[in-house]
């Protein structure tokens, strides 16, 4: 189905074109242009719900494409089963975080340049989702990693200098994996469209396809964070603004839609490399197993809840590694309900931050009695993450685990892979073990001192959170609503 409305380049541009605006008005409005980002990336989300519901009507995916680059190819951007739940968490999650955005942001300075930024941040992200020309997509990739260096550099904590510059150099390495595997691709076919790579590649060899998609790969798990290309994620997390860590969850999996989009639309020969998937698979495990176990270790909760995304990236990590469609679903529940939940739990520090005055666990206790909302909030989100039914980190984690038995009983059965799914179903506990022990010592027990001084939850702050519980509620009981949406559009 063709995009005639041009609603799919009118959700990135809309951001894109509204920066400048928030640049000049940042002065006057202060931290209250935060109400005033909404518009645009509302706007975004408007486009992207109508352009979701012409292609379910249709029955089949929304294509746009422009000229753009000459040789290059043209500006092509496609809403699909995968692309478009990606796309529509995006602008929900950038939304929430603008509302919280205004109360947590107040009294900071120069915020017409870092909501500014934050728009080409959100306009890069929504790029880097729906383009499938491989030149447009990096283009976005980068202004997406460009956007969130600068959000760090410029209103970051004290340490931020060395987090920023961590962070960069990492991501660039990265990025530049990934364009020098878009360039071998692009010498050995002529096209950068990843409609039609995936019958170009057909006639290149299998192991010069699978060197230039392992590099692109590489790019790709830097920016998960997947072990052993992790260590840029606790300093730029915990150094980030808190706005900011609250939808990094949100950007980091992106890396991982990435892998999605390249392996399994352009190039699903590589998906039949068993010993390629089986290193994927190997290095999600030790990702899911490194970050979990760093995460008991923590004694913050927002640096806690970085090393728990490092591990949820490795969950994502194996349902693509899993190699079939039902690893894909799962891969795809991971990355929205990793979202919701770190979104809102990252929400959570920056109050317990500025009402109590610290997020260490050691300074927590009784929030539950305190802070009874909140608290509901924080239960949820932990529990999302941990796998726990009807949320929607359950399905998840189900579709991730199921796919990867499926593909090692497809054929002759796959004693390695069934090995290292059962490794990862039983190591999955580490989730349970950080999540249940950070619920014991924050929400139950008797006060601590500074929680006892501590008033009701602010509304402007805590309504951001409660609507991103309310979402991963919904999902988690109606998943349907996006397992429907990558059937029907497959």
């Known amino acids: 189905m063709l995009d005639v409305n041009h609603l799919l380049i009118q959700s990135i541009i809309a951001p894109l074109v509204f920066s400048p605006i928030a640049l000049a008005l940042g002065k006057s409005l202060k931290e209250k242009l935060g109400w005033v980002t909404i518009l645009p990336i509302g706007y975004s989300l408007i486009c992207l719900l109508a352009a979701s519901s012409a292609s379910l009507s249709a029955g089949e995916p929304a ?3 422009y000229s753009w680059a000459g040789i290059l190819g043209g500006l092509d951007l496609l809403l699909d089963g995968i692309s478009g739940p990606i796309a529509l968490t995006i602008a929900v999650v950038s939304i ?40 447009a997509f990096f283009i976005f990739f980068e202004l997406m990693l460009i956007g969130s260096w600068l959000l760090i550099a410029l209103w970051g904590g004290e340490a931020r200098g060395r987090a920023a510059l961590k962070y960069f150099l990492y991501t660039e390495a990265g990025a530049l994996l990934l364009l020098a595997g878009i360039a071998i691709i692009f010498s050995l076919t002529g096209t950068l469209n990843l409609l ?12 010069v396809l699978t060197a230039a998609v392992s590099l692109m790969l590489l790019g790709f798990l830097v920016k998960m964070a997947i072990f052993p290309f992790h ?17 990094f969850s949100t950007m980091t999996g992106i890396g991982g839609y990435a892998a999605l989009r ?19 698979a190997v290095l999600a495990l030790i990702t899911m197993v490194y970050g979990g176990y760093l995460a008991l270790a923590q004694t913050r909760l927002k640096r806690l809840l970085a090393y728990s995304s490092i591990s949820q990236m490795g969950y994502l990590l194996f349902g693509i590694a899993a190699a079939s469609i039902v690893g894909l679903v799962g891969a795809i529940l991971i990355y929205i309900a990793h979202s919701f939940a770190k979104a809102l739990l990252f929400m959570i520090s920056g109050l317990l931050s500025r009402k109590v005055g610290s997020d260490d666990l050691s300074k927590l206790g009784g929030l539950a009695g305190k802070m009874p909302l909140m608290s509901i909030a924080f239960l949820v989100g932990f529990l999302s993450l941990m796998g726990f039914p009807p949320l929607l980190g359950f399905w998840g984690e189900l579709y991730v685990f199921a796919g ?10 796959d004693v390695a892979r069934l090995t290292l799914t059962l490794i990862a179903i039983i190591f999955a506990i580490i989730t349970a073990g950080y999540g249940l022990w950070t619920i014991k010592r924050s929400l139950f027990g008797e006060a601590s001192e500074a929680v006892a001084k501590v008033e009701r939850e602010p509304a402007l702050m805590l309504a951001p959170i409660v609507i991103s519980m309310v979402i991963l509620i919904i999902l988690g009981l109606q998943p349907t609503l996006i397992t429907n949406m990558l059937q029907a559009l497959s």
Do not use: C, Q
């Open 404 to 413: 990867s038995i499926y593909t090692a009983f497809a054929g002759s059965l």
């Open 196 to 207: 039609e790579l995936r019958s170009a590649s057909t006639s290149i060899g299998s192991g």
């Open 96 to 135: 929430v975080i603008s509302i919280y955005s205004v109360s947590f942001m107040k009294g900071e300075e120069g915020l017409g340049g870092f909501f500014g930024i934050y728009l080409l941040f959100v306009s890069g992200m929504l790029g880097t989702v729906l383009a499938i020309n491989l030149a």
């Open 262 to 280: 390249i392996l399994y639309t352009g190039f699903p020969k590589v998906l039949e490399n068993g010993g390629l998937m089986i290193v994927l």
């Open 63 to 65: 294509l746009a494409s």
């Open 231 to 247: 260590s840029w994620l606790p300093d730029a997390y915990t150094e980030a603004p808190m706005p900011i860590t609250a939808i």
